[in-house]
């Protein structure tokens, strides 16, 4: 029932007396059953020693860039053993050498565990290919659990030159490798180790492997070889029955971005939306919908991330008001913008303060936008904010303080738009039949280019109701006389 190849499984976990009390009870009847039976008195005997040699057969190559540092007692049902390659066992000498440094490690004496090891090394010439090999894996463990990548990585390398070892200990070494150097951004070799990982490894390429070469190849700006390898990555997972690898849906999105292809960012968004519902995702999704023009698409997303609680900065409550703004809603803009100052989110900076007034002025709430404004204007070095005043006293017809702002305005300078300062004082001036500053004042503003046509026009009719106002005056001081 046992072959040579289980026998030599099993010197791995014993001493040469008890295989040969063994090889003697392989011939009995009921073996099975004695077999358990001497295990059961070895454990009982040597408490751990059982567990911890049974483990060295079936150490965890654990992946050192994704999972901790695996110890020689952690169980990985990976059986080195059990591969085509015929590899020598390892001896209870090297077994008790490699778990006292194992001991000493487990106790953080880190650099005695290595010291262990470090002799071990020195005798190297006496010690199988496998024994080699699996003292120069628990040095590399042991560097990369220090941080010492470089040190963990010329471990690894022993590791390999060792032959024959099993075929499982070759490939987890391969793989834990290519991570290492996917870490120290070394990327040709990150891709060879997994080329070479793949040809020995009998399943083929999976989602991890897929997911390093998406890496490196991405960190290489070769992004179409990168998308390749992120594509079937994600098909690994719909194979398993697993949602999309969050971690590969990111680099797909900044892949097609990179390709300059926003249509497929968009889509990819929707997907880490679905699967990876994150307040980030909901925003960039909003983001990318008014990217590609979809506006209305881009305020649900985003007004739906809001009402979730969302939107929490600063910069996306921002956002949002100005989609608010541009979609016609600019009252839920101005009340949005005010909540967000009055939590101290979003500070009263001139621009922001600027927004808000434009906001309340463009739903017509006027005594909303004036106190804004004049906040605004205190904080301006220019006299942009007393003119934006002068505009909205206009709407109010508030004349006087039309004329009060529009100067101070003047006064300030820098203005974007003096014309209108001009027409605003104007207007103010006519209003308050003052015709001839209300006519030296479009006089002015017809400097301007763009509002030669408008001041004209408003000079002609102030001088037409001047007129009027002049013959209703002499005909007032006629009737007097009478």
């Known amino acids: 029932m046992f ?18 009390n063994l090889t003697i009870m392989l011939n009995q009847k ?16 040597t408490g751990r020693l059982l567990l911890r040699l049974t483990a060295v057969a079936m150490v965890v190559y654990a992946l050192p860039v994704i999972t ?31 778990s006292e440094a194992q001991r000493l490690a487990d106790e953080k004496k880190v650099s005695e565990g290595l010291a262990i090891l470090t002799r071990m090394e020195q005798s190297v010439d006496q010690l199988n290919s496998y024994e080699a090999a699996m003292m120069y894996n628990f040095m590399a463990f042991i560097h990369y659990g220090e941080n010492q990548v470089n040190q963990a990585v ?50 083929g390429a999976s989602s991890s492997s897929e997911r390093l070469l998406a890496n490196a190849y991405y960190a290489k700006k070769q992004y179409t070889k990168a998308l390749k390898h992120i594509n079937q990555s994600l098909a690994f997972d719909a194979d398993n029955g697993n949602v999309p690898n969050e971690n590969m849906l990111v680099l797909k999105r900044a892949t097609h971005y990179e390709l300059k292809q926003p249509k497929q960012v ?19 999704l909003a983001n990318m919908y008014g990217e590609i023009g979809e506006t209305k698409k881009q305020l649900a997303v985003m007004e739906a991330a809001y009402q979730q609680g969302f939107v929490t900065k600063a910069s996306d409550l921002k956002t949002l008001a100005q989609i608010y703004y541009l979609n016609g809603a600019p009252f839920k803009a101005a009340n949005l913008l005010k ?40 904080v301006s070095n220019d006299g942009n904010a007393y003119a934006r005043l002068a505009e909205v006293y206009v ?61 004209s026009q408003w000079m002609s009719y102030v001088a037409k109701e001047e007129n009027k106002w002049t013959q209703l005056a002499a005909e007032y001081k006629q009737l007097e006389v009478l």
């Open 30 to 45: 009921n073996m099975i059953n004695q077999i358990t039976n001497i295990v059961l008195v070895l454990s009982s005997k």
């Open 395 to 455: 709407n109010t017809e508030s004349w006087s303080q039309v004329i009060a702002n529009g100067k101070k305005a003047l006064d300030k300078g820098e203005l974007k738009n003096p014309g209108n300062v001009n027409i605003a004082l104007g207007m103010a001036y006519f209003n308050l039949k003052k015709f001839d500053q209300s006519k030296a004042e479009f006089a002015k503003a017809a400097e301007h280019q763009k509002l030669n046509k408008m001041a």
């Open 266 to 284: 968009t889509e990819v968004s929707e997907d880490l939306v679905r699967y990876h519902s994150k307040p980030k995702y909901w925003v960039e």
């Open 68 to 98: 901790q540092m695996t110890g020689l007692t952690e169980q990985s049902g990976q059986v080195f053993a059990k591969t085509k390659r015929r590899t020598p066992a390892l001896r209870q000498r090297v077994y008790a050498q490699l």
């Open 154 to 203: 010329l471990a690894f390398n022993q590791v390999l030159k060792q032959q024959p070892i099993p075929e499982s200990l070759e490939q987890s070494t391969l793989f834990s490798l290519a991570q290492l150097q996917m870490q120290m951004e070394n990327y040709d070799e990150t891709i060879a180790l997994i080329n070479r990982w793949k040809k020995i490894n009998t399943k």
């Open 339 to 378: 909540q967000a100052m009055d939590d101290d989110i979003l500070n009263a900076s001139l621009k922001n303060l600027e927004f808000l007034a434009q906001a309340w002025t463009s739903a017509k709430e006027f005594d909303k936008a004036i106190p804004v404004l004049k906040q605004a204007a205190q």
């Open 3 to 20: 072959n040579q190849r289980t026998m030599s499984n099993l010197r791995a976990m014993f001493n040469l007396r008890t295989i040969s």
